[in-house]
């Protein structure tokens, strides 16, 4: 499939905008999660947002827009348990739902998040890697 192809199949997906719609719906969900919110404090939404946006688009056959790091490099610091990934995975799912997603793009955008898993959930903090040595490690027992 040539680049051409992909940019329609996104089109045809929704494109910006719903990739747009359907990051506003999960991170309001996201930021009005008691856990979950943890995670983002001090990090401004718009900026949460914006690489997400990117990097979804890019990530489902759009416009490459992303200049972030990689989900394994920008999530090292943070303990991603399996119960973290699911209640994040059920925001994003309830946030499709909310935003009327196209089947095609929620397959899809799934696929993009499973190939990630293995290389950011985590079983302990021994797994972490810190960014900068004046930042911990972002970990949030469950409440």
């Known amino acids: 499939m040539v680049d051409t192809d992909k ?3 996104f089109e045809k997906m929704g494109g910006r905008s719903a990739v747009e719609q359907a990051t506003r719906a999960f991170y309001q969900l996201i930021y009005d999660d008691p856990w979950l919110k943890q ?3 001090g990090i401004p ?3 949460i947002e914006s690489q997400q946006n990117d990097f979804m688009q890019t990530a489902l056959g759009g416009p490459n827009r992303y200049s972030g790091k990689t989900p394994p490099s920008a999530h090292q610091h943070i303990l991603i348990t399996q ?4 209640a994040r995975e059920a925001h994003l799912k ?3 739902k909310e935003c ?3 089947a095609l793009m929620v397959e899809q955008w799934l696929k993009v998040d499973a190939t990630f898993h293995g290389r950011v959930v985590k079983k302990s ?3 972490c890697v810190m960014r900068y040595s004046t930042e911990g490690i972002r970990d949030f027992p469950k409440p």
């Not at 119960?83 to 699911?86: G, N, P, Q, T």
Request: glycine fraction near 0%.
């Open 125 to 127: 903090k021994d797994e």
């Open 94 to 96: 309830a946030a499709f």
């Open 83 to 86: 119960d973290v990934y699911d």
């Open 45 to 47: 939404r718009a900026h």
């Open 39 to 41: 995670f983002f404090d």
């Open 100 to 102: 009327n997603t196209s």
């Open 7 to 9: 940019n329609v199949l």
